[in-house]
Nanobody, 121 residues
Framework: QVQLVESGGGLVQAGRSLRLSCAAS????????MGWYRQAPGKERELVAT???????NYEDSVKGRFTIFKDNAKNTVYLQMDSLKPEDTAVYYC???????????????WGQGTQVTVSS
């Protein structure tokens, strides 16, 4: 089973940028797709961005044009570059990975422990 460790969260002012990282270990060869979810206080966890083994990406509408997901296969690491951050982006961000892209989409992959992102106005 793959283990995921996120890093890069923190407190930032609106309009600034942050980059989240998620390193996969354990059984990285079983990872075919990766993604990021987020959960704000009092809200359900929502899918933010995904990337397939072929590099195809998808984004939640509210982050399109501001967030970029990309990966470094040599390091078994996926990143989420977040630009033009807004207070409504405040949430705990979770990395997810699985051998099935579909399982990523329905939230059935492996999870990291989460990293807090707070955007002040």
């Amino acid at each position: 089973q793959v283990q995921l460790v996120e890093s890069g969260g923190g407190l930032v002012q609106a309009g600034r940028s942050l980059r989240l990282s998620c390193a996969a270990s354990g059984s990285p060869f079983s990872v075919d797709a990766m993604g990021w979810y987020r959960q704000a206080p009092g809200k359900e966890r929502e899918l933010v961005a995904t990337i397939s083994s072929a590099g195809t990406t998808n984004y939640e509408d509210s982050v399109k044009g501001r967030f970029t997901i990309f990966k470094d296969n040599a390091k078994n690491t996926v990143y989420l570059q977040m630009d033009s951050l807004k207070p409504e982006d405040t949430a705990v961000y979770y990395c997810t990975a699985d051998e099935s892209y579909f399982r990523i989409l329905v939230g059935r992959g492996s999870w990291g422990q989460g990293t807090q992102v707070t955007v002040s106005s």
